[in-house]
């Protein structure tokens, strides 16, 4: 998928777009793309270097290198330049297990559909100007809007838990989360990656939409649809 879409990319970045809105839908791909590379602290590099970067000194340092579960949409804690595969506590299963292996099928359907997802909403950049509404709250009305992500709303509403604020949707999109089981470092850092991201909470946006990708190929998988 990431040759295809480097493909695409040097042949529109010589060409040119038609409409505006071409242009807006392109950076928005290229965008999600960037977002799944590995990042630079993933690369190895000297061990002196690697044991400084391990030293944290702060859990609001720490809430920096959350990344996103390797089964699922849900965040991982993790130290900067951990080689592990970040998983999530409901994931956390070894590779043998059938559960492990299904979901880790799932996910190449799940890449595709969120490119769908990412398609087939408006651009983040021509919320405003489209819809009249600022792209946070639009965003955090994504969530809960049985048309546009009939799976992702589904599953919150579901959860009874509140959700009002930014804050508690990202709460309900973490659910479950064990603060008094992981030790204070990591509760305090799970604190301000939920303060910070509740924030600015258009930063979610991929994770919704892998939120419902997720859901949905789920779904698909009970119901013996589509298995890619
Ligand atoms: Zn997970």
Known sequence: MLDRNINLFCKRFYGTWEQDEDKISFWDEVRFV??????????KIDSEKQEEKYKLPNPESAAKYFVPCSLCWRSVYRLPLEKYTPL???HDIPSTFPEYRKRKRLK??????KLKLIKSLPPLTDVKRKLGTEPSDY????CLNSEYLPHLAK???SLSLPLNSNKEILEALEHPIYLNKIGAFKAQAWKYYLDDKAKHFLENYLKILAAEAWLRAEAEHKHGGKRR
């Open 139 to 142: 965003v955090k009305s994504l």
């Open 88 to 90: 999530c506590h409901l």
């Open 34 to 43: 960037l977002q799944t590379l590995p990042m630079k602290r993933d690369y």
């Open 108 to 113: 190449k359907h799940v890449e595709i559909l």
């Open 155 to 157: 599953y919150l509403c």
